[in-house]
C-alpha cells in the first residue's frame, strides 16, 4: 500500500501526537489499512487519529443529521401535499428522487438554487414563446413543463425551512451549511484535518478544504501520477486543479510509476460466466504468498456472485470488500414479485384473484425451502386439473393454511404489515444458512437489516395505505442499496468493487467487466435539468463523472506489476474505451490472450433399445388391442416416440398454459361443429338449415367453452384464438352452404363415429383398427370419409413416379395423412355398403379449398383393390414392429441439431 505508507511517512515527520488529528478519505474501506501503518510509526500506547469519510465531517461541522432515500422521499411527500394535496403517493414517488438529486446538485455546485430554478422556467418559456393553443400537443406539454417547476420552487423553499427547523439536511445542504460555518467565526474545534486520496471536490468542499489549509487547519495528500497530469488526460481533469491551489504545503504526491515495467492482459470473453472463469484461472496461477498484494476488482458488481462460484476451492483466504446490488439477490426478487402480485390484484375489479404464472414465478422462487415443494407440487396439479388459470385468494389461504407460506395471500388490512412478514421469513430461514453458506447467510442478514429498517420508516407514514406505493418504493429501495460485504482486508485475495479500490494498490490487479456502459458508466444520467444548463453552472454531467472513473481506473494500475484485463467482447458488447486508450497511448505492450475452454461436442449418439421378453409382451398387447392410425405415424416418425407411449405407456407432462393450445383450439372447433351439425343427420341440407346453424354458432361455441374448461377467453390471445375459431366454423359452414347454393346435393350421414374393423395381417393373424371419423356425408351420391386438421398439406397423393412403382414407395412420416385416411377408407369399403368411397382431409387453414382427397394412382375414387398398395405398406409397418429382431431406433431430424 505504497500511497498509505508514504503518507503516514509523511504525516509522522512532523507529528505523532495524533489526539487532535482527524484523517478525512473517501470511503471507510482503506480505514483499516490506514491504522496498521500507523502502528508502525507510533509508540504501542498511542492514540490513533479518528478516520472519518467526508459526508461524515460536513455532517459533524453542520451540525444536521442528513436524511437520505426513503426517508427523505416521505418527509419531501409531507411537505408537497401541503400544497397539492390532489397528488397522490405512488405518482408522486414517480419523479420525487429525480427531482431531489437535481435540487441536491444546484446546493452542491450552485450558490444559489432557487435563481437556476427561475432560469429553468425562463428557458422553457423563450423556447416555447411561439407556440399557440391551436398547436396544442406541443402547447400543453410546454404549459406543463413550466407549472412543473412553478410548483417546485414554493416546495423546495418550504421544505429547507422544514429541514432547517428539525436539524435535518440533505448532503447538499449538509455541505453548504458546513462551509458556510467554516467561513464564519464560529468553527473552532481545535481539530487539525488530513485530507488523503481525494480525486474530485465539489465547488463547496474545495472551498471548506482551501479555507482550512490556508488557516493551518488542514493538509492535502493527493495520489496522481505523471502519466495522466499535465496531459490533458481526463484521469488528471480535477487533480490538475488543485495543484494550482498554492498552498503553504507543497502538493503531494505525484509519482512516476505508471510508466514502470508492467505486464498487461487483455482477455476477450463472451458472456459473464467465462469472465468469472478467466478470472479463476488467473488466480490459480498467483503463488499463495502473493494474494494479499493481489485484487479482483468487480467493474460490475453484478459479477460477484459468478466470480465467487468460479474461483477454486483450494483458494480459501478470500475477502469481500463491497456492496452488493440488493436487486441481485434471489430474496429481494422474491418479494418484489410478492409486492407485483398484491399490487395488480389490488387494481383488479375482484380483488381475490391471482394469475397461476405470477404465482409460479413466486413459488418457483430458489428462495422457497425445499420442503414446501411437496405442497407447491399439489396446488399446480389442482389448478392443472381444473384448467385454472386464476386461482382466488381464500383457496391459496386455504392450502397454504398450515404452512409457513401463507403469509404471501393471506389479506392484509394494512398492507405496511407485510414487512414484518417478510422479516420472520427470513429469520427463520437465517438458521439454516449459517453453517452451510456463508455468502447467503450473509445476503439473508444484510436483507434483514434492509427490510427492518425500512419497515421502521413506513410503518407510520399515514400516506402509505396502498401496495402500489408500496410497490414502488421498494422498487426505488432495490436499485438504490447495496449489501456490504465487509472483510479481512489484511490478508487474502480481496474482491472489490472499484470505488472500494480507492487509497489501495496491489501488485496483482484482475479488472472483470471492462466495458464500455460500465467503466465509465456513461451518458446514463438520470436528471430533469438539461445538459446546457448542467455546463452554464458549472454542475457535473457524465463528463465529469467519467473523468472520475478515469482516475480511478489508471491509479489502480500505476503500481500494478501484472494486470489483467477481462471483459465481455459479445456483439451487444463493446471494451471500454479506457483500455483502448491504454493500448493507444501508453508504451506498455499488451498482449491479448484467447481464453477458450475445451468444449466437447459429441456427436449425437443414436438411442437403440432392442427387444425383450418385457417389449415383446408388451408389443403383443398392443397387437392383440386395437391399433391407431396414430400409434402407427408415431412410430414412422421415431420409433423411440412409440416405444416411451406405447411399450412403456408414458404420458406428456401437462403443463398449465394460461393461453389455449393448439389442440384445445382444434377441439373446440371440432365439438362445435359436431354440435351444430347433429341436428341434420340423413337429410339433404338446405339454405334453412345453414342459416339456422350460423344462428346457434355463439351459443354452441360458449357451452363448449364451459365443458372444455377454457377460461379467460373475453381478453387477450385467447380472445383472438376463441375469434379465429368462430370465424373456421363460419367459413366450414359457408362452404358448405355454397354447395348446395350451386346445386350440389349434401348429406352429413354421421359425426365423431368410433370405429373398430379387422384386419388380416398374415395367413394366421388378424388385427383390429380403430379410431374416430370427424364426418361421413353424402356428395352428389359419392360418399365421402372426412378428416378435420388444423393444418393441412397442399396434396395427399400416392403415386407412381418414373423412376419407382408404387410398390417400391416407402412410408414415411410425411404419409400420416394418408395413412389415416387410408384406414378410414378401409373401414368405410369393409361395410359393403359402397362399392368406393372418398377420403379427404377439410383442413381449418385452407376452408376455401374445400376436402382435400386422397389419390392412388391418380384416382380419388377409392376402393379395396387401388387401396391395396397402401394396405400392404401398412402390413409390413406393423409386422416391422413386432418383429423382435428390428429394434427401436431413433431417428434424428437435421432440424434437431
Known sequence: MEFISKTIQDICKNTTDFTNKTFIIPGKRPALFIKKELRKHLPQSAFLPRIITIQEFTEEVSNCITVQGIQLWLLANEIYKNQNPQQTLSDFLKWIPTVLDDLNDLEIFTENPEKVIDYLISIERIQNWGITIGELENYESANKTIEFWKKIKPFYAEFKEYLNKNNLATSGISTKKALEKILSNEFNNNQFYYFIGFNAFSPKEEQIIKHLVKNNLAQTYFDADTYYINKNQEAGKFIEKYQKWNTKYPFSFVDSNFEKPKIIKEYPAGNTIIQAKIASHILNQIPKEEFANTAVILCDEKMLLPTIQSISEDIEDINLTMGFPVNSTFYSSFFNKILRLKSKAEKQKSKNKYYIKEIQEILNNPVIPTKYRASIDELYTIAQDNNWFFLSADFLINHFADSELYFIFRNYENPKEIFTEFTTFIENIIPELEEKQHIASAVLKGMHTLLTTFNRTIVDNKNITDFESILFIYKQIEQQQKLDFIGEPLTGIQIMGLLESRLLSFKNIILISVNEGTIPLGRTENSFIPFDVKKEYDIHTF?????????????????????????????????????????????????????????????????????????????????????SASALTSYLYNPIDFYLKYILELKDEKELDFEISSQENGTLIHNSLENLYKNYLNIELTEIHFSEMKSRINDVISNQIKELKLQEVDSGINYLHLEIAKKTIQKIIQYDESLVKNGNSLKIIDLEREFSVPYQINDNQNITFYGFIDRIDELNGAIRVI??????????????????????????????????????????????????????????????KGVQLLEIEKEQKITLKNLQPILEKINDLILEIINPEIPFTEKVYSSWN
Open 787 to 848: 378428416d378435420y386438421k388444423s393444418t393441412s398439406k397442399t396434396s395427399y397423393k400416392f403415386n407412381s413416379t418414373a423412376t419407382k412403382p408404387i410398390s417400391e414407395i416407402e412410408l414415411s412420416y410425411n404419409h400420416n395423412h394418408l395413412i389415416q385416411l387410408a384406414i378410414y377408407s378401409y373401414y368405410i369399403l369393409s361395410l359393403n355398403k359402397y362399392s368406393s368411397v372418398q377420403s379427404g382431409v377439410f383442413g381449418f387453414n385452407s376452408v376455401s
Open 543 to 627: 463528463l465529469e463523472k467519467d473523468s472520475i472513473y478515469a482516475y480511478h481506473f489508471y491509479r489502480i494500475l500505476q503500481r500494478a506489476e501484472n494486470i489483467h484485463l477481462i471483459y465481455d467482447n459479445s456483439e451487444e458488447s463493446e471494451q471500454s474505451r479506457f483500455l483502448l486508450q491504454l493500448k493507444l497511448e501508453s508504451n506498455h505492450k499488451i498482449e491479448t490472450v484467447h481464453f477458450s475452454y475445451p468444449h466437447k461436442t459429441n456427436p449425437k449418439e443414436i438411442k437403440e433399445i432392442q427387444k425383450n421378453d418385457f417389449i415383446n409382451s408388451q408389443l403383443k398387447n398392443w397387437f392383440e388391442k386395437r391399433i
